[in-house]
């Protein structure tokens, strides 16, 4: 799958804004992270200022983003519409959490802060549910999948939380919490590839024709000379060099280098500890965008089988 | 709404015979021709008079090689929507604009509501949505809902575009739902099929297989005789001509 630069930068920006999102709400109802004003809006504001660029990044995969608030309708249905409106009603805890920090009421940032964290964990759910659901695309339609999305969310929003925290001399919960997830994203991962790369392709030649009883097929003349639509989206393909140095860049800058750094965070704490989650949030941001450009790049769908582009690289 | 309606029992469609088909592309071409000014017109081109062309076609017209030796064969494969009674890419439109028609199970897409965001692209399994560029909406088949139920024209000529152009009789429009239908009986005697009915998205269409070449009994070779070009002297040529007739 083509892996469009505007959803790629979508889902780890929000990912990680929802992430940063639900430790905050969480670890503040529990009185594990600085309840000052301060760091609530440093925060808060980070998490809002993340989901709504990821947002805002999204439209630009739209041919008609001026008809985006359309795609609030369908949420019987469809997943992209459920994580439209889950993204929308998030915002209204969010923004009250916000508020309610800025002008330190406790009372009421401790029920926002865990309504935001439910927000924010079923948006980034409904966000892997629409890969999970596609089952053209047997690389996306894997019960991983979602638990990376989420995991991965997590993991750079505590990533995050923890950095911001190290402001305030308190980062050794959110820098624990990440040190965990990010050794947990760093095995899923590797779980996930190594289960991907042993699956059987969703259909061949043989089958997507239904000229399988001739004997094997082959393609012998395209439908078009030139490319088009179908071929540029759906069947993008990428070097297996290329693909194998990715992977190690997403597992090791995006998950083990950031996990052990932020190890070293909860141990040491202070100034170092603020520089070191400074160059962890710098890797796991890298790592994640590889890890999402991956994630697209690596994917096969069915209808490239009929221009006989293989599913293995 | 991208729910999926109640079940019609009218199943409208097409049967594409692929032992017959070969693959002159006047389907795609008359399917190209009529829709860029049809219901869900147009299909644009890109870079249409240079290098790198390309546009939307709700047809597309591939060529496969089946088998090896003697029962190998050449199909010419026609790939277009099929209309699935359980179509993916209406229940993942965010917006209502995919919908499947519930009085005969055309999927269509209203192009006013469509925010191009491709996913219906995505969750088609068979590359029937093609994405217009200059509009911003996806464009599909719409089974020629403006020429089937299409009063001004004559009532023979009420058929697909791509049915009414093939000049080897290898497409046929009908309905699908109804088990007496012309087409229902053609997919019965010919034994059609789906494509790819594990995906479970129950495709209307039909695909009548190549049927098997027949087999050939050679029997034993003839008596190989000097072909006529061997015979140099003319007048033996002349009496071979004549006893050969």
């Known amino acids: 799958m083509n892996p469009a630069p505007s959803i790629v930068f979508f889902t780890v920006c929000s990912g990680a804004g929802y992430g940063l999102l639900f430790w905050l709400g969480l670890l503040r109802f529990f009185g594990l992270v600085p309840a000052n004003a301060g760091f609530g809006v440093a925060a808060c504001g980070l998490a809002l200022v993340l989901v709504m660029f990821g947002l805002l990044s999204s439209t630009a995969h739209l041919g008609r983003p001026e008809r985006a608030w359309r795609a609030l309708s369908q949420w019987r249905s469809s997943w992209l519409s459920r994580e439209g409106v889950a993204a929308v009603v998030t915002f209204a805890p969010a923004g009250l959490l916000f508020l309610a920090l800025a002008a330190d009421n406790e009372a009421l940032a401790r029920p926002m802060g865990l309504l935001s964290a439910a927000g924010a964990a079923i948006t980034v759910y409904c966000t892997g549910m629409i890969y999970a659901s596609l089952k053209t695309i047997r690389q996306w339609h894997h019960p991983l999948v979602v638990p990376c999305y989420l995991l991965f969310g997590a993991f750079s929003g505590a990533v995050l939380l923890a950095l911001i925290a190290a402001f305030w001399g308190a980062a050794a919960v959110p820098a624990a919490i990440a040190a965990v997830l990010g050794a947990c994203a760093f095995l899923l991962k590797r779980l996930y590839w190594s289960s991907v790369d042993g699956g059987r392709p969703v259909a061949t030649m043989e089958s997507a024709t239904g000229l399988g009883f001739i004997g094997t097929v082959r393609p012998l003349d395209p439908p078009h000379t030139e490319t088009n639509y179908l071929l540029r989206e759906m069947a993008f393909r990428i070097a297996r060099v290329h693909a194998a140095r990715l992977r190690r860049i997403a597992a090791l800058a995006g998950f083990a280098a950031p996990a052990l750094l932020m190890l070293l965070v909860y141990l040491a704490g202070g100034v170092v500890g603020g520089v070191l989650a400074v160059a962890a949030v710098a890797l796991a941001t890298a790592g994640l965008l590889a890890e999402r450009w991956l994630m697209f790049a690596e994917a096969t769908h069915t209808v490239s089988v009929y221009y006989g582009v293989p599913d293995r690289r | ?245």
């Open chain 2, 1 to 245: 709404m991208t729910s999926l309606p109640q079940p019609g029992a009218k199943k409208l469609g097409l049967v594409i015979d692929l032992d017959t088909c070969v693959g002159c592309q006047a389907c795609a071409t008359n399917c190209k021709e009529w829709n860029t000014s049809g219901h869900m017109g147009p299909l644009p081109d890109q870079h249409p008079y240079s290098a790198g062309q390309e546009g939307v076609w709700f047809n597309r017209v591939h060529s496969y090689e089946a088998g090896d030796g003697e029962a190998g064969r050449t199909v010419h494969f026609p790939r277009s929507c099929l209309h699935c009674e359980t179509p993916a890419c209406v229940t993942v439109c965010p917006t209502g604009a995919s919908y499947k028609r519930a009085e005969d199970g055309i999927v269509l897409v209203n192009t006013d509501m469509c925010i191009g965001c491709q996913l219906c692209a995505w969750a088609c399994p068979y590359g029937a949505r093609e994405f217009d560029e200059d509009q911003g909406v996806m464009k599909k088949c719409t089974l020629c809902i403006d020429r089937i139920y299409n009063e001004e024209i004559p009532e023979a000529r009420r058929v697909p575009a791509c049915v009414s152009t093939c000049p080897a009789n290898a497409r046929h429009f009908g309905d699908l739902g109804d088990p007496d239908s012309d087409v229902s009986k053609l997919v019965a005697e010919r034994g059609g099929f789906e494509l790819m009915p594990e995906l479970g998205y129950k495709p209307v269409n039909r695909y009548l297989p190549p049927r098997r070449a027949p087999k050939v009994d050679a029997g034993p070779p003839k008596d190989a005789g000097p072909l006529p070009s061997q015979i140099t002297n003319p007048l033996l040529r002349w009496v071979d001509k004549v006893l050969s007739r």
